[in-house]
């Protein structure tokens, strides 16, 4: 069955610091596809970037950097030198589009708040 | 470009009175189209989806239901609000076809409170 666990229920930086964001996933298939969405105090939830199951390249994009490992079922998440913009509830989720199960599962989320 | 508009953005209503909540997209064609609820504090759960007009799918049996009368139109009802229907309603797309492979973008949300 899919699962997406967040371990981390809140995280607490100051600004300027490093922080990764773990993700672990339980899937049954070899195609499937991880996400990570930003969730801000105003409630909409933002895509930030999305890996199929055969690309393990780690993506970086800014401050912004994902860490895919299939052998440990993880794609984690790091926000360098952090933002006080940067505090949210992040969310990672795992789809499944070919086993006709739920479209999109979400981990339970983190929330990160980045102290001035 | 695609948007996606939800109202009402709040709304407070009384125990047992029916609700109507409102989701179009724009900008694109033949999406799939879902309902998620989040509890205060809590994570999302897919309530609805609807992979064309009047094609719905539920996953969770409860006292609300979905309708898709346009293509680019989803809709989120109920006849009697709970208490424990309170929460943050979120509508998103994806691009429509085969295996939902496409990423989910979501809307803006409604605030509901029950009392």
């Known amino acids: 069955a899919q699962k997406v666990t967040q371990a981390q229920t809140e995280i607490s930086v100051v600004e300027k610091e490093d922080v990764t964001l773990d993700c672990v996933y339980e899937?049954?298939?070899?195609?499937?596809?991880l996400f990570w969405y930003k969730q801000p105090p105003s409630g909409e939830l933002v895509f930030l970037i999305r890996?199929?199951?055969?690309?393990?390249q780690n993506e970086i994009s800014g401050r912004y950097s994902w860490n895919f490992q299939k052998s440990t079922s993880s794609f984690n998440f790091t926000i360098t030198a952090s933002q006080v913009v940067d505090s949210a509830v992040y969310f990672c989720?795992?789809?499944?589009?070919?086993?006709?199960?739920?479209?999109?599962?979400f981990g339970k989320g983190t929330r990160l708040s980045v102290i001035a | 470009s695609q948007t996606i508009h939800q109202w009402p953005a709040t709304l407070v209503q009384p125990v047992g009175s029916p609700l109507s909540l409102e989701c179009t997209v724009e900008?694109?064609?033949?999406?799939?189209l879902y309902w998620y609820r989040q509890a205060a504090g809590r994570g999302l759960q897919l309530l609805f989806y609807?992979?064309?007009?009047?094609?719905i799918s539920s996953e969770v049996p409860q006292n609300l239901s979905a309708s898709r009368p346009q293509d680019r139109q989803f809709i989120l009802s109920s006849k009697k609000l709970l208490l424990s229907d309170s929460g943050f309603y979120l509508c998103?797309?994806?691009?429509?076809?085969?295996?939902?492979?496409?990423?989910?973008?979501f809307g803006p949300g409604t605030r509901l409170t029950v009392l």
């Open positions: 890996r199929n199951s055969f690309d393990e």
């Open positions: 900008g694109t064609s033949n999406p799939n």
């Open positions: 899937t049954r298939d070899t195609t499937y596809y």
């Open positions: 998103a797309w994806s691009s429509g076809g085969q295996g939902m492979i496409d990423t989910q973008y």
């Open positions: 609807s992979v064309g007009i009047g094609q």
């Open positions: 989720a795992l789809s499944e589009p070919f086993s006709g199960n739920t479209p999109l599962v």
